[in-house]
Each structure stands twice: as structure tokens, then as C-alpha cells.
């Protein structure tokens, strides 16, 4: 096994340790069928803050204008959302190992969080943690438009 794959393996099990095991059966907060009608906002790339892997963002309808816009507010609800691949998955093209999520909450009413719930799901969407401290911390530096946008980090 590689370095690359070993410090992979390591994070991994650093990032996911904390997390709820996901016994209880609850899945994220993204449809089943979500790749009928969420559109992609950023391409396939290598996310050294997701753990070392291949990433791809796509953004429930109602998150697109303000997510490729970066002036509307994003509606109570959107949802943008991190598909996860293996780091050799140059293409975004195999099996989705996990995703990240943000939704949408009230404005005003979870500040601490950035007004977003955070959740982080295994490829099959059983939820393995929700509100991660750590996705928070990374993304309130994000910045004001172009580069940032309410807790949205990436150009589109």
C-alpha cells in the first residue's frame, strides 16, 4: 500500500471516528433520486480537506442561483451536496463512497452553525454524523463573493 493510501486510510478513520456509527438507520437529508434534478456546480477535482479525495459538487434546484450567483440568499432548505469518490477516481465516475451535506436552515436560526445543518452520510446516505464542528470551523473563512459565499467556499 502507497504512502498516499495510508494517509488516506489515516484520515479517513480520524475524520468518521467521532461519528455516529449509523445503526439507526437515518438516512441524510437528500433524496434517493437526487441526480434526477440537482445539477452539478463544481467538476470532479481532489479535496485534500475531504480526506485526501475526489469530490464533485452538485446543488439541489432552488441552491443553483445563489450558489452560481453568489448574491441571492439560498432559500430555507437548499441544499448543496458533496459526492465523494476514491482519490484514484480521477473522473467522478465510480461508486460514491460518501457524502457531505449542507441544508439550508431559518436565517437567525442556528448562527453558531452558519444557519446550515451539516451531515455527513455513507455512500448508501445512512447518516454517520450531523452538525460537525470541523466542517463549520473550515467554512466560516470562506469569504465574500467571488471566492466565498455564505458558507459556500468555492468559485463555482
Known sequence: MSRRAVLAALVTQILFACGDDGDDGELAAFPADY??????VRNCRFSLEHGLIRIRVVASPDALAPYNGRAAPFPTGAIVLKEEYAERDRDCAGPIIAFTVMQKLDVGSSPEMLDWTWQEANGDRRLLDADVPR??????GCGKPPDGFDGTCAVP
Open 35 to 40: 441526480a434526477a434534478t440537482y445539477e452539478q
Open 135 to 140: 466542517c463549520v470551523q473550515c467554512h466560516t
